[in-house]
């Protein structure tokens, strides 16, 4: 493929990622090779054969580079290495090796906004002078008041506090996240040179793709005078492209680059981009010239509620099919409460949809009540719903264990910024990246494989009866469901349309794939009947013991049939 053509969508190998499964590893909890708390790329490897039973096309690796953790690796220290902590390079050729040996692609997380404060630019940006070549790499700008100590603007980062650091001469430095993580200018010329030549070193290597963090933030324009932080308002967007910070026009360009780096490769890498930002620019990431896909994090927001459902998929139904790029299925990451929880609490009608999720985790787990059974059952619903449309599904590593989250860690061993910037409001991200339970009678439930216990959060007694040895002697479990659905998905995959049937209630949701294949899902709490054209099918797979019995689907319930 040429340099800079557009993503060939009919080639099969450049295909690959339309409809794929693609997994999740956040490698600091994943599985710790070495005893020492900390998952690593080892750790990695040795399941490199869980993966395959699991049935995934693709692992998307979260950072694993130098970090000091200020942000869970979102802190990269140098793009071009791995944390000594998580293995070496050459662990990561093993990786890659061992992977595409199993016939299970790649994709690593790329963090281009903002690196951190100990990466070599950085250091030399503070040792160097105002208006120096070495402070242009990221943005730095005076004081106001008589004395320069007061920030820029009033602006708020995404972690609380400021987004301006003085640095003690009358300057300072924006980050739009933790003030470890100083925004890169994207305007500097060698910043963009820069990242190709960090594209272009993990390509080299045998990677498949990228996952672009907060790929709507790299372009700015602090031009004056500039908007107070409640004129920029919640909006991460504006019509005309000319938000202070974010999804602006000159990001086009930036992606235009590296599509062109991503094509210098056969089959081209991938890329998917993390921009929040209202659907309908979604395509300014997503499109074949750009990034090629980007997140669509709906279902985050959504509760568990057929209509809801039913609006989110359409719309982004048609905006995948505008762009010429697939649809991106998320119900779990590592930054949001997992859905087993999500939905195991009260619906949310509150305009971003997490009020009572955040309320749940600030008192640790207490008010309101979880009711974990719903909370599964309704979880693996909605996973074989999403595991039936088309486009890509993005699994995160314990969703498949059916975990919930983990609300009642001690502050004294959180780690996450938006925990410590935040006191009271926020309760972090933690609880949903406790290190996995592989093995129900092992210290730390097998995560470290020396059998030295340790975990680098704490892991709560009941994790025993979600571990991986339990559910895999279990035909029942959650586990196993993940395996046959994605083992299923491979035949149901056959093509990207979807054909909504007459469900005869507005409970009831049912769609048909190509090949026969008839996706029906019950979100009422009570059995529905399902129409005639359904009945006496035999379904091939269900999201819970439940099945379709005298012409009826079960309370909270997916099936998936074919016709004959
Ligand atoms: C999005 C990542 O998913 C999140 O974990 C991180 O804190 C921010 N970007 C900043 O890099
Ligand atoms: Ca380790």
């Known amino acids: 493929m040429s340099i800079g053509s557009p993503l060939d969508v009919r080639e099969p190998a450049a295909d690959w990622w339309r409809q794929a499964a693609i997994y999740q590893i956040y490698p600091r909890s994943f599985a710790d090779s070495n005893g020492d708390g900390i998952g690593d790329l080892r750790g990695i490897i040795g399941k490199i054969p869980y993966l395959v039973a699991l049935g995934i096309d693709a692992v998307w690796l979260s950072p694993f580079y130098p970090s000091a953790l200020a942000d869970g690796g979102y802190d990269v220290d140098d793009y071009r290495d791995v944390d000594p902590r998580l293995g070496t390079l050459q662990d990561f050729d093993e990786l890659v090796a061992g992977l595409h040996a199993a016939n299970i692609r790649l994709i690593v997380d790329i963090v281009p906004n903002h690196s951190s404060d100990r990466h070599d630019w950085f250091r030399e940006a503070l040792g160097s002078p105002r208006g120096s070549a070495a402070r242009d790499r990221y943005i730095f700008r005076d004081g106001v008041g008589p004395l320069k100590s007061e920030p820029p603007t009033d602006w708020v980062s995404m972690f609380g506090g400021s987004t301006w650091e003085p640095v003690g001469d009358g300057q300072f430095y924006f980050h739009l996240f933790a003030r470890e993580q100083p925004d890169l200018n994207w305007a500097n010329n060698e910043v963009r040179a820069d990242f190709l030549e960090t594209l272009r070193f993990w390509s080299d290597r045998g990677v498949d793709g990228f996952r672009v963090d907060v790929a709507h933030g790299l372009a700015k324009d602090f031009t004056e005078p500039l908007p107070t932080f409640e004129q920029l308002g919640s909006a991460r967007t504006t019509a005309e492209g000319n938000h202070p910070y974010w999804d602006r026009e000159e990001l086009t360009e930036i992606y235009a680059e590296w599509r062109a780096v991503f094509n210098e490769y056969n089959p081209p890498r991938i890329a998917v981009a993390e921009a929040w930002v209202e659907p309908h620019r979604r395509h300014r990431y997503a499109a074949p010239t750009s990034l090629g896909q980007a997140f669509n994090f709906d279902l985050l927001r959504a509760n568990f509620d057929a209509a809801e459902f039913r609006e989110i998929v359409t719309r982004n139904d048609v905006f995948a099919k505008e762009t010429g790029s697939s649809n991106t299925w998320v119900l779990d990451n590592h930054d949001v409460v997992r859905h087993a929880t999500r939905y195991g609490l009260p619906k ?182 399902l129409p005639e054209a359904l009945v006496g099918m035999v379904a091939v797979l269900s999201s819970d013991s439940g099945r379709a019995r005298d012409g009826a689907i079960d309370a909270e319930t997916t099936l998936w049939f074919r016709r004959e």
Not at 388 to 415: H, N, T
Not at 429 to 446: E, I, S
Not at 514 to 522: D, F, K, L, Q, S
């Open 348 to 529: 949310d009608d509150s305009e971003e949809g997490d009020e009572l999720v955040q309320a749940w985790l600030l008192s640790r787990g207490v008010e309101p009540v979880e009711d974990h059974q719903a909370g599964l059952r309704r979880a693996k619903a909605a996973t074989l719903f999403v595991l039936g449309l088309p486009g890509s599904a993005y699994l995160y590593q314990g969703e498949e264990l059916g975990l919930r989250e983990v609300a009642d860690i001690p502050d004294s061993q959180r780690q996450d910024p938006a925990f410590f910037r935040n006191p009271g409001v926020d309760a972090g991200r933690d609880g949903c990246r406790v290190p996995l339970p592989w093995v129900a009678d092992a210290p730390a439930f097998g995560f470290d494989a020396t059998g030295s216990g340790r975990a680098h959060l704490p892991q709560p007694s009941w994790f025993r009866d979600y571990s991986v040895d339990v559910q895999e002697s279990d035909d029942a479990s959650t586990l196993a469901l993940y395996r046959v659905a994605l083992e299923l998905r491979r035949a149901l995959r056959s093509g990207e349309m979807l054909t909504w049937l007459d469900a005869g209630s507005d409970d009831l949701l049912i769609f048909e794939r190509p090949g026969g294949w008839i996706v029906a899902t019950n979100f009422a709490e009570r059995p529905q009947a």
